[in-house]
């Protein structure tokens, strides 16, 4: 096992894709297996010395910065071990947490598989997207992470190795989940508060007669670290129809995403063949479009709103289904004539290439002015879809601030990036998102569709759950972390264990 102090070697790991600034670590330590992660652990417990779990570094909420301590890079437990398929209609992959989305779709596409999470950033490690149930564009159809995970094991600080499966371990009484390690058994009491409905990552996954599995996925390294994950995998769609569509208002664009998502819905619940059923839509406002058009000049000048769609279709019903998609735009108003359709390969990867350049752009924007990134994760309840696109962009509108909203509008769940150039402007974007976040909390959304809360969105999580919900929380960790060594300031807030 590796483990060093040299300084130039622990500064890449003082930074994620947040620009969360101030980290510091004596140490980076890089467990090859178990055993190398058991004896970090028995260490850390031992001399009480923080351990900060790395990934892969793509993670927007400064979870795996350290403040202290050492940090556990998961890089050398390993990637793909081992891709299976059952039947005609199914498969699974079995792997270390140490490989990217991008390698895993690689691999099992060439047994004509298909793993559905999409997150926006494909170089993230798989085990950092079970820590934080990670979902995309995707989500839409199939679902967040946590829906395709079937087992974790999991190395736990004090030396237990839990091997968990999906179905397993049920909650008793709807409340306790009862593990047991080769060294110790833990009882472990769950909280009462109520997850909002639909796309959530903020805090402990908690509903009644839970799995345990279910506890430690989006746990944020705080409750362990993953050895080995099961993924289902399905079989790879035979052919996609996508299309980049140009609307000359952003409220065009908005009723465009809510028809298509009820017909999706409302399809796939029937099993209706050859009708709309996204499997992605997503939205991008005219600012968002604004600061696209320097890398993508035949935007329409006219173009005020868009959206990138997604389905998959076999042959024999392409004429059929991409015919209800052009009735779809002309009804909606679309620029039908300007916007983007395709049905290859290389069509399909230059809309996806188009979809993620905005976060990447405003990524290096902030990098360029020193700046955190501060934006909305937020996600809400159904009824609530016109309401928020309307708030977002009323209240970013008159911060008199630089922003782009763009995202997943199916989900209720689009993105307002600010993008300040100093610290005063920083400070007042933090203050715009935490007065959008009250609202989303009374219409009872969730505070993190999909980011997690690390340790820049604590606040966002006590104003949801407020302090006994935090304390409850508190209670699981010391339960499965009695040393409150992992992760220290991820989803709780440190002075919560000093009271």
């Known amino acids: 096992m590796l483990r060093t102090s040299d300084p130039e070697i622990i500064r890449p790991y003082l930074k994620d894709a947040s620009n969360l600034s ?5 140490e980076v330590v890089f467990p090859e297996n178990e055993e190398d992660v058991i004896c970090i652990f028995d260490e850390a417990c031992r001399t009480k010395t923080p351990v900060t779990i790395s990934g892969n570094g793509t993670g927007l909420v ?6 202290g301590g050492i940090v556990l890079s998961t890089e050398r437990l390993g990637g793909l071990k081992e891709v299976c398929t ?12 140490a490989i990217t989305h991008k390698e895993l779709q690689k691999f099992v596409s060439a047994k004509g598989l298909f793993y559905p999470p999409d997150p926006t950033e494909q170089n993230a490690f798989i085990g950092a997207s079970v820590a934080t149930n990670a979902s995309g564009a995707r989500t839409f159809k199939y679902g967040a992470t946590r829906r395709w995970i079937r087992r974790l094991r999991v190395v736990l600080s004090t030396g237990d190795i839990l091997e968990l499966r999906r179905g397993g371990n049920a909650a008793c009484n709807g409340n306790s989940l009862s593990l047991r390690g080769a060294r110790n058994a833990f009882d472990v009491k769950l909280p009462h508060y109520r997850i909002p409905v639909g796309k959530h990552a903020a805090g402990y996954y908690v509903i009644p007669e839970m799995s345990a599995i279910d506890l430690f996925i989006g746990s944020e390294g705080t409750l362990g670290v993953f050895t080995e994950i099961e993924l289902d995998l399905i079989p790879a769609p035979e052919e996609l129809f996508s299309g980049i569509v140009f609307f000359p208002a952003e409220t065009n664009a908005w009723l465009f995403a809510d028809e298509i998502r009820k017909k999706s819905i409302k399809n796939r619940t029937v099993g209706a063949r050859g009708q709309i059923d996204a499997r992605a839509v997503e939205y991008f406002d005219s600012r ?14 006219d173009a005020r709103s868009a959206i990138f769609f997604e389905q998959e279709m ?29 049905q290859s390969v290389g069509e399909h990867a230059q809309y996806h290439t188009f979809r993620h350049a905005i976060p990447l752009i405003v990524n290096r924007t902030l990098k360029q002015h020193s700046q955190t990134k501060i934006g909305t994760d937020f996600s809400v309840p159904d009824e609530r879809f016109f309401d928020v696109l309307e708030l977002y962009r009323e209240v970013a509108e008159n911060s008199g601030l630089l922003y782009c909203i763009f995202g997943h509008i199916a989900d209720n769940h689009v993105h307002v990036n600010f993008l300040p150039r100093n610290e005063q402007e920083s400070e007042e974007s933090r203050l715009v998102c ?16 999909e980011h997690g809360i690390g340790k820049m969105k604590r606040d966002y999580l006590l104003d949801m759950y ?7 929380m508190s209670l699981v960790k010391k339960q499965l972390d009695p040393s409150l060594v992992l992760c220290r300031g991820n989803i709780i807030p440190e002075e919560l264990f000093n009271a």
């Not at 400064?62 to 403040?67: D, L, T, V, Y």
């Not at 059952?86 to 947490?97: H, K, M, R, S």
Request: charged share 20%; proline share 4%.
């Open 314 to 342: 076999c042959p024999e019903i392409k004429k059929n289904l991409v015919g209800k998609w052009y009735e779809l735009c002309r009804d909606n108003k679309a620029l039908l004539d300007q916007s983007w359709f395709g």
């Open 466 to 472: 407020g302090s006994s919900g935090l304390h409850e």
């Open 62 to 67: 400064g979870g795996r910065i350290p403040f």
């Open 86 to 97: 059952v039947g005609e209609n199914a498969g699974y992959a079995i792997t270390g947490p």
């Open 434 to 449: 935490r007065r959008i976040a009250d609202q989303i909390i009374r219409w009872k959304g969730s505070v993190s569709a």
């Open 22 to 26: 101030g980290g510091f670590s004596c």
């Open 288 to 301: 968002s479009l604004n600061m696209l058009r320097s890398a993508y000049s035949h935007i329409p000048d």
